[in-house]
C-alpha cells in the first residue's frame, strides 16, 4: 500500500453532469498529479498540483480543472462530461523539494469512472 | 477488475522462466525512466527506475536496460513467479517543470504455472 488514498472507487454519471474525484496523499508529500486511464492504455498525464497551484498541465481540455487543499489533499472536477471521459481516474503524490533529482510518484488504486 | 490489461499486448511464460518486457520511448529529452506493474484494482507501483547516464540497473530479481542510440528500455524478470503477473508500463519523465510522467502502451504479463 502506497498510502494514498482516493474516493470513490467507482461512479456512474450521465453525459453532462460535473464530477469531484478526490485524493489524499501520503503523509508528508506536498505534491499532486492526477492521470487518465483509459481501457488498454498507460496513464494519460492531466495536470500536477504544488503548494495549492497548478504545476503542469497535459493536452487536457479546460472543462478538467483540481484543487489543493493546504493538507495538500487534492480534488480532480470534470465539468460537461462525455462518453470518453470514462476511464480510471488516478491520483500520485510525490515529496518535491529544491533539488532537481526526480521525485517517485506514489499511485492510489483510482477511482473507476463510467460516463452513460 | 481485469480491464487494465484489455487490448494489450501479452507476455505467457512458465514459472520460473525469465521474461523480457521491452518499451520504446519518444523523446530524446527524457533523463529518467521509470517501470511500473499494475495488477488488477490497483494503481501502478514502483517496480526500478534508471537515470540516462547510466544503461543497466539491478534490482532484485530484475534488471532494466537502456539504450539510447535507439531510445528503448527493457525490464528483464529472472525466475518469474504467478505473482509476478501484471501489467507493466515504462514511463518517461523530461527534468524540469511539473515531472510529468510519460507512459508506455503497456504489456500484460501472463505467468502460467
Known amino acids: 500500500e502506497t498510502g494514498v488514498t482516493q474516493s470513490p472507487t467507482h461512479l456512474i454519471k450521465t453525459r453532462g453532469q460535473q464530477v469531484t474525484l478526490r485524493c489524499s496523499s501520503q503523509?508528508?508529500?506536498?505534491?499532486v498529479s492526477w492521470y487518465q486511464q483509459a481501457l488498454g492504455q498507460g496513464p494519460q498525464f492531466i495536470f500536477q498540483?504544488?503548494?495549492?497551484?497548478?504545476?503542469g498541465r497535459g493536452n487536457f481540455p479546460p472543462r478538467f480543472s483540481g484543487l489543493q487543499f493546504p493538507n495538500y489533499s487534492s480534488e480532480l472536477n470534470v465539468n460537461a462530461l462525455e462518453l470518453d471521459d470514462s476511464a480510471l481516474y488516478l491520483c500520485?503524490?510525490?515529496?518535491?523539494?529544491?533539488?532537481?533529482?526526480?521525485?517517485?510518484?506514489?499511485f492510489g488504486p483510482g477511482t473507476r469512472l463510467t460516463v452513460l | 477488475g481485469e480491464s487494465v490489461g484489455l487490448h494489450l499486448p501479452t507476455l505467457s511464460v512458465q514459472e520460473g522462466d525469465n521474461s523480457i518486457i521491452n518499451c520504446a520511448y519518444s523523446?530524446?529529452?527524457?533523463?529518467?525512466f521509470i517501470w511500473y506493474k499494475q495488477e488488477s484494482g490497483k494503481g501502478p507501483q514502483f517496480i526500478i527506475d534508471?537515470?540516462?547516464?547510466?544503461d543497466k540497473r539491478q534490482g532484485q530479481r530484475v534488471t532494466v536496460l537502456l539504450n539510447k542510440t535507439v531510445k528503448h528500455l527493457s525490464l528483464q524478470i529472472a525466475a518469474t513467479q504467478p505473482g509476478d503477473s501484471a501489467v507493466y508500463f515504462c514511463?518517461?519523465?523530461?527534468?524540469?517543470?511539473?515531472?510529468?510522467?510519460?507512459f508506455g502502451k503497456g504489456m500484460k504479463l501472463t505467468v502460467n504455472p
Open positions: 500520485a503524490s510525490s515529496l518535491v523539494g529544491r533539488t532537481s533529482s526526480y521525485n517517485e510518484q506514489f
Open positions: 514511463a518517461e519523465n523530461i527534468q524540469g517543470g511539473s515531472e510529468k510522467l510519460v
Open positions: 498540483y504544488y503548494r495549492e497551484e497548478e504545476n
Open positions: 523523446n530524446s529529452a527524457s533523463d529518467y
Open positions: 534508471i537515470r540516462s547516464n547510466m
Open positions: 503523509s508528508g508529500h506536498n505534491t
